[in-house]
Antibody
Framework: EVQLVQSGAEVKKPGESLRISCKGS????????ISWVRQMPGKGLEWMGR????????HYSPSFQGHVTISVDKSISTAYLQWSSLEASDTAFYYC???????????WGQGTLVTVSS | QSALTQPPSASGSPGQSVTISCTGT?????????VSWYQQHPGKVPKVMIY???KRPSGVPDRFSGSKSGNTASLTVSGLQAEDEADYYC????????????FGGGTKLTVL
């Protein structure tokens, strides 16, 4: 079974750093891009960016460029989403998803809730 | 680049059909046949219902269908059932120069 398993919920203070993870299994991890998607409380889905696990090439949405970093460790089939300085507005669910040939997101990870509060 | 435009809400009675639209531009929806639709129940993970405009993944009921005309894609749910009540999001490939993928704002489907 193709599966993406994300790390657990996090509670952080503004200004702190954070890295969350997304581990793939059940398929060849380097064969598909991985994307990150943000969903703020009660809001819709926002595409943040994607990474090619085979060469670590990344592409970010202009809305998130410079604020987050997407990386990968293909030796352990894991992608990461990282912040160097969190803001309260980063409070959201973050999902990773495998990108298929036709830019379809499937499957999705179970989501990681990030809460940033002083 | 703005999100694709979806109506905030849609509704129908059990057994009826409802269509949700997703309007973009010639740079996304109109330019590629890479439109997908996702269903998200409250507190759950999004699930793909339609990809490549009109294809259904295995396991998705044939009550769900997709189409596209110009810059507008549509998701039709026929024979509405209570379990179809959820949020629905469209997405489209938007080219590699700027934004690879763009989502719609989402539509809350209510089964009356």
């Amino acid at each position: 079974e193709v599966q993406l398993v994300q790390s657990g919920a996090e509670v952080k203070k503004p200004g702190e750093s954070l890295r969350i993870s997304c581990k793939g299994s059940g398929y060849r991890f380097t064969s598909n891009w991985i994307s990150w998607v943000r969903q703020m409380p009660g809001k819709g889905l926002e595409w943040m960016g994607r990474i090619d696990p085979s060469d670590s090439y990344t592409h970010y949405s202009p809305s998130f460029q410079g604020h987050v970093t997407i990386s990968v460790d293909k030796s352990i089939s894991t992608a990461y989403l990282q912040w160097s300085s969190l803001e309260a507005s980063d409070t959201a669910f973050y999902y990773c998803a495998r990108i298929g040939y036709s830019y379809v997101f499937d499957p999705w990870g179970q989501g990681t809730l990030v809460t940033v509060s002083s | 680049q703005s999100a694709l435009t979806q109506p905030p809400s849609a509704s129908g009675s059990p057994g009826q059909s409802v269509t949700i639209s997703c309007t973009g531009t010639s740079s996304d929806v109109g330019g590629y046949n890479y439109v997908s639709w996702y269903q998200q129940h409250p507190g759950k993970v999004p699930k793909v219902m339609i990809y490549e405009v009109s294809k259904r993944p295995s396991g998705v009921p044939d009550r769900f269908s997709g189409s596209k005309s110009g810059n507008t894609a549509s998701l039709t749910v026929s024979g509405l059932q209570a379990e179809d009540e959820a949020d629905y999001y469209c997405s489209s490939y938007a080219g590699s120069n700027n934004l690879y993928v763009i989502f719609g704002g989402g539509t809350k489907l209510t089964v009356l």
